[in-house]
């Protein structure tokens, strides 16, 4: 009895003990990678380094391992190296295609899959497939039919298929991928749900089945099923409104959506193009399946978010995220109440440098 008690405690302990977490943060206009302490017992947020980079990064991502951070920078995809927590080095660079329609990286993802093949686009009609260390480039790749303005992408977690969100041209495109090489054969294309509802950024559920997509101009998120067959995503008219009923949908455009780390909750945001209006966070359950359960709140976020808003869902607790701003400068990380109905903001750092921040990824 007493000895299961201590065990109890000591299981208890270990999980809720108090722990410090690490992010690093990416900026729009400025050449620095910042790297950020969170403790999630006392609420502190700080700065603990300040990285100068060759370029800035209006996306960044951690790869399977966390010892690569692969950047969207700017007129190149990079790469560094994780030193530790808080420390980065520039290792390479790769340069975007240079047919491409636009000159602009804006968007990285990394497969937690050997060969950990990394996807890189700009905002544009093209993408280019590079090897994980960067030592050349595997394949420069075109969205044909016209398209202008790719986004997001997204694989399945066993990187057999990629899904990339077409904002200009309102589709969802999905390509086979080579196990081997990582290359990418096109597959199929879908249009969104209606004109100008402009996919922007996408997220599969680790089980593989359902595939969640932000349509940036309907302020909705969108729920897909995959194919078990063709892996092509499937509609089945099931979508979200990101803003509260009576809100202005012309003066918002929705941005990110994740799944927590667990797959309890799925987090997505809004931003709003003025100044005086807020954005909005929205937090889903998920079913054991992997479909929307319940659209739990619809809460206003701190500013407009300027050209952020990004959510980024902690990796060691489904009830944190971080949300990064561009119109003051800033990051925060939000906490779910414990019966999830509603979140609120419990740590604040100012980053006023002129550019940040574009998204934070959470390091441990
Ligand atoms: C970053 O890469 C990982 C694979 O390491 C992928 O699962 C994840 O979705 C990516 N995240 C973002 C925000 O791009
Ligand atoms: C991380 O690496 C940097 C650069 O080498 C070093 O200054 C810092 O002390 C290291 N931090 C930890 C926690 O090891
Ligand atoms: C770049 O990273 C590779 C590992 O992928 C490492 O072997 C190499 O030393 C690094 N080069 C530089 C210049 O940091
Ligand atoms: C991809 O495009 C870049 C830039 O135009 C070029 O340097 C590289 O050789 C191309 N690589 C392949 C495999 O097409
Ligand atoms: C770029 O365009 C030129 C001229 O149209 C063409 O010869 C070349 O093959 C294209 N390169 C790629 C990587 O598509
Ligand atoms: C990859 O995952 C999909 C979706 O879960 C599944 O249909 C497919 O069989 C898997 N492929 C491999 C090679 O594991
Ligand atoms: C979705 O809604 C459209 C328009 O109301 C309808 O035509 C279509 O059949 C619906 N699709 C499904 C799969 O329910
Ligand atoms: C915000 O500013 C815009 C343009 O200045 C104005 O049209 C709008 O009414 C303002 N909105 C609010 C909620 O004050
Ligand atoms: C997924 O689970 C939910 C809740 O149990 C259920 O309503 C839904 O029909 C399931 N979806 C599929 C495709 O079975
Ligand atoms: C995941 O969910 C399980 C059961 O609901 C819980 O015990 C565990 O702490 C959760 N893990 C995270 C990272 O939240
Ligand atoms: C959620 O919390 C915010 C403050 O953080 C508050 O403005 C809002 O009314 C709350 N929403 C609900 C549904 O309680
Ligand atoms: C980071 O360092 C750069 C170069 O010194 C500086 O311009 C910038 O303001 C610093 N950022 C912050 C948030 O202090």
Redesign the pocket.
């Known amino acids: 009895m007493i000895l299961s008690r201590v065990a109890v405690a000591l299981l208890l302990s270990s ?1 809720c003990s108090a722990a410090v977490h690490h992010l690093f943060v990416g900026t729009f206009s400025t050449h620095a990678i910042y790297a950020l302490e969170f403790d999630d017992e006392t609420y502190s947020l700080t700065l603990a380094a300040n990285i100068t980079t060759p370029s800035e990064h209006p996306w960044i991502n951690l790869s399977h391992d966390r010892k690569s951070l692969y950047t969207a920078s700017d007129s190149a995809y990079g790469y560094f190296n994780v030193v530790n927590s808080t420390s980065v080095t520039y290792n390479a660079s790769v340069p975007l295609e240079s047919n491409c329609s636009s000159t602009r990286a804006i968007f990285i993802t990394s497969s937690k899959v050997e060969p950990y093949t990394v996807y890189g686009i700009p905002f544009g009609d093209c993408g280019t497939v590079i090897p994980a260390d960067f030592s050349s480039i595997t394949q420069n790749y075109t969205f044909t039919s016209g398209s202008s303005g790719v986004h997001g992408l997204a694989l399945l977690p066993n990187s057999t298929y990629l899904y990339a969100a077409d904002d200009s041209d309102d589709k969802i495109w999905t390509f086979g991928v080579d196990i081997a090489t990582g290359e990418l054969t096109d597959i199929g294309v879908l249009d969104a749900p209606a004109e100008g509802n402009n996919p922007r950024h996408l997220t599969v559920h680790p089980n593989g089945e359902y595939l969640f997509v932000i349509l940036e101009e309907a302020n909705e998120v969108a729920q897909y099923s995959i194919d078990g067959q063709t892996h092509q995503p499937v509609y089945f008219n099931v979508s979200y409104s990101l803003l509260p009923p009576d809100s202005d949908s012309t003066t918002h455009w929705a941005d990110e959506v994740q799944v927590s ?2 797959a ?1 909750y799925l987090w997505a945001t809004t931003r709003s193009r003025e100044t005086n209006e807020t954005g909005y966070l929205s937090v889903f359950s998920l079913n054991g399946n992997g479909s929307i359960a319940n659209q739990l709140f619809i809460t206003p976020t701190t500013t407009s978010g300027g050209t952020s808003n990004a959510v980024s869902p902690a990796s ?3 009830e944190f995220a971080a949300i990064t701003d561009t119109s003051v400068g800033f990051v925060e990380i939000w906490q779910l109440l414990d019966d999830a109905s509603n979140a609120t903001a419990v740590a604040h750092i100012d980053l006023v440098d002129g550019g940040c921040c574009a998204n934070a990824v959470w390091y441990d």
């Open positions: 999980f780390a667990n309890t060691f607790a489904d």
